[in-house]
């Protein structure tokens, strides 16, 4: 008998340690779907850094906007046919309208120690690929303005430039953070419209307008204000003292993924060292604490990100948005 036990524990430990290779095996094996907002050429990028590390793993994308991107996949779902295992879209907040609709996998294991909090979600369903923080863009003839409350200083009137939060996914993710803030709010909008503060469509006109001098300040992401800068514009970018809102390209798995592993192995790609290193390589600032930013960046660590509810911004954003077009205008 006792032999039979013997040779029943051995097969057991055998067909353990086989299900172990396997399910090794399916995470470097198999086709996964990737449904992205990054630039064709980041993505492309992104995609053949990782099949660097896992060959078996065939990578199909689809890219487009952030809103095309979810446009597709909530079409899919109606149908009962959601084909994407991977999202890597701009915001937080279409991750967490997915996540409240029950469509994202949790990783519970997935290796957060080297990140902010404000970049991932508590409940591991998503998580940041880098910061893409908004602060403030002025041109060198200008004074330098330390806070987000300077641009709304008399000395400032009819020379603000922000872009539209109708049009910008990172607008709309500010606006929710700053009228969140007890310290600013709505009240601070008000403020910014009294001091004549012009909305246009996008953060390149914001760049533009600055940069040629047609107005002193903008809000910008970092990332537009710190190329024009190292291409000799007249220009600088500040961190307000209060902090910056961030947007955070979050990568989440589907529940719906037919290879979950070998989508697990792309997302822990992305939060590795090794991923973020790309990613600053690509010209962003890494979410990972421990790894170098771009020239001209500040280190992540060093980068004080305001505190944003990302669900209420999803409750208010609608309601937020009216009230900005009834002061600013479309």
Known sequence: MSGRIGGAATALVLLSAMAVV????????????????????????????FRAKHAGVEVDIFRSGTTEVMNKLQAEF?????????????????????????????????????????AYDRDRTYFGTKLITTGIMYNTAAKKPT???????????????????????????HMGALTSDPTLGWDYYKA?????????????????????????????????????RAKGAPVDFVFPTEGVTAVTEPVAILKASKNPAAAKAFLAFLLSKEGQELAA????????????PPAGFPKTADVKIMPMNIKAVLDQDAANKRRFNELFGG
Do not use: C
């Not at 890597?88 to 519970?108: H, P, Q, Y």
């Not at 409350?149 to 993710?173: E, F, H, N, R, T």
């Not at 390589?281 to 170098?292: C, N, S």
């Open 78 to 118: 109606t149908a009962g046919d959601p084909r994407a295992d991977l999202l890597l879209i701009a915001d937080a907040v279409s991750m967490e309208a997915l996540k409240a609709a029950g469509r994202l996998l949790a990783v519970t294991d997935a290796d957060v120690s080297a990140y902010p909090e404000a």
């Open 22 to 49: 396997s399910d090794a095996a399916w995470a470097q094996s198999g086709k996964i779907t990737l449904y992205t907002s990054q630039p064709d050429k980041i993505a492309a990028d992104t995609v053949a850094a």
């Open 281 to 292: 390589k690509q010209g962003f600032l890494p979410a990972h604490k421990e790894v170098a």
């Open 192 to 228: 910014l419209a009294r001091n004549g503060a012009v909305a246009v469509q996008g953060n390149g006109a914001v760049a533009n307008a600055v940069r040629r001098g047609e107005k002193m300040y903008g809000v910008i992401v970092e990332f537009l204000a710190i190329d024009a």
């Open 147 to 173: 806070s987000w409350k300077d641009l709304a200083d008399p000395s400032a009137k009819g020379q603000i430039v922000m872009p539209s939060p109708l049009y910008s996914g990172a607008a709309a993710i």
